[in-house]
Every structure is written in structure tokens, then in C-alpha cells.
């Protein structure tokens, strides 16, 4: 089994800055993509931005230059660091990561139960 415990979300005023972690623990052989997703009340879950075994970023437009995405391999985490936050990105946050749990076997899905930002004054 693997397991994805987010951390850092809470409570921020309008232009603040979070700085979100999740750590992959259990039965890891590799990770291949991690990212980090959202979703807002009453609303569906949606990719905020992705990174690749060898680093290469995505980003959903609205958070393009405001959010940086990074991982440690050696430490199988991924974050997450939000700048000039705005009520808009107000949402639980899901760490997302792609694992191959044994030499041989399938890459599976696995999620984290999310960490909520909350974004106000």
C-alpha cells in the first residue's frame, strides 16, 4: 500500500503565501508523475500543476506565475508553494502521485485525502 499525507493548508488572507507538502510513503519502488489538484465547494476536482519524474512542470492557467510545483525523489514529496493567493483559490488540495509499487508491476493511481486553503480576510 502507499499512502499520500498532504500538509500546510489553512487559513490565509488575500495575497498571502502557502507552502503545501505531501510525503508518498509504504510500498514505493518508483514514482513517475506527482501533482497536485483541487477542488472547490460544489464544484469538480481540477489540476492545479503537475511534475514529472525528471522535473518537468505544468500548470493550470490561473495559477501560472504565482505557483511553483517542485519535488525531492530522494524523499519521495512533492510541494507546492502559492503566491499572491486570492479568495478564488480557495478549495481542499489533493497531492496526486503515479507509483510503481515492485520492479514489474503496474504504475497505479494513488491520492491523498487533501489539505483545505482557505483563502480570506
Known amino acids: ?3 499520500l499525507v498532504e500538509s500546510g ?16 510513503s509504504g510500498s ?13 465547494p460544489g464544484q469538480e476536482r481540477d489540476l492545479v ?17 504565482r505557483f511553483t510545483i517542485s519535488r525531492d525523489n530522494a524523499k519521495n514529496m512533492v510541494y507546492l508553494q502559492m503566491n499572491s493567493l486570492s479568495p478564488e483559490d480557495t478549495a481542499v488540495y489533493y497531492c496526486y502521485a503515479a507509483v510503481v ?4 508491476s ?15 480576510s
Open 1 to 3: 500500500q502507499v499512502q
Open 9 to 24: 493548508g489553512g487559513l490565509v488572507q488575500p495575497g498571502g503565501s502557502l507552502r503545501l507538502s505531501c510525503a508518498a
Open 28 to 40: 514505493i519502488f518508483s514514482i513517475n508523475a506527482m501533482a497536485w489538484y483541487r477542488q472547490a
Open 49 to 65: 500543476a503537475r511534475i514529472s519524474s525528471v522535473g518537468n512542470t505544468d500548470y493550470a492557467d490561473s495559477v501560472k506565475g
Open 101 to 104: 509499487t515492485a520492479r514489474y
Open 106 to 120: 503496474y504504475m497505479r493511481n494513488y491520492w491523498g485525502k487533501g489539505t483545505l486553503v482557505d483563502v480570506s
